[in-house]
């Protein structure tokens, strides 16, 4: 769990820096399966094990937006919180390339590199981070991505 309440100046002095690193989140089939089922995204190669079998794959692999979508959870788990903060937001990404499939079973976990901190006006600043989610064992990451974050005071 990282450092929370750090003070804004300690926050910006962070910029350039790794952040925080994420706990190792497994993802087996039964998260793959539930977010095929809450997004409507059943495609063979995430649901079905016999038929994705058949793939280069060799088995199914996760959704690329289920694992973009676990940064939010890795993020709460690796990043410092800022000291007054009332409120942080998602509020987009510049790029997101997803580099490697995740297949079921594997571990990720997201590796945070604090890119700026800006006062966007009095009280909201915004937060931009290179985030890498790297998968257990291998090299290549699953995916790179510039995210924003807007924190209010």
């Known amino acids: 769990m990282p450092v929370r309440d750090i003070a804004i100046d300690a926050y910006v ?17 039964a998260r793959i399966d539930a977010f095929a089922q809450a997004t409507g995204d059943e495609q063979f190669i995430h649901v079905d094990p016999e038929r994705a079998g058949k793939t280069a794959f060799g088995g199914t692999v996760a959704h ?16 410092p919180t800022i000291s007054g903060a009332v409120m942080g937001i998602n509020y987009g990404f510049d790029t997101v390339r997803m ?21 966007r006006s009095p009280g909201q600043w915004q937060s931009t981070f290179d985030v ?9 990451p699953a995916l790179a991505a510039r995210w924003i974050t807007l924190t209010t005071f």
């Open 13 to 29: 002095g962070l910029v350039g820096t790794v952040v925080g690193q994420s706990d190792w989140i497994l993802v087996d089939q």
């Open 64 to 79: 690329g937006f289920l694992t973009l979508s676990l940064l939010s959870a890795m993020a709460f788990d690796a990043v």
């Open 99 to 119: 580099l490697s499939p995740v297949r079921t079973g594997s571990s990720i976990r997201g590796i945070f590199t604090l890119a700026s901190a800006v006062e």
């Open 132 to 140: 890498s989610v790297e998968i257990g064992g291998q090299i290549r």
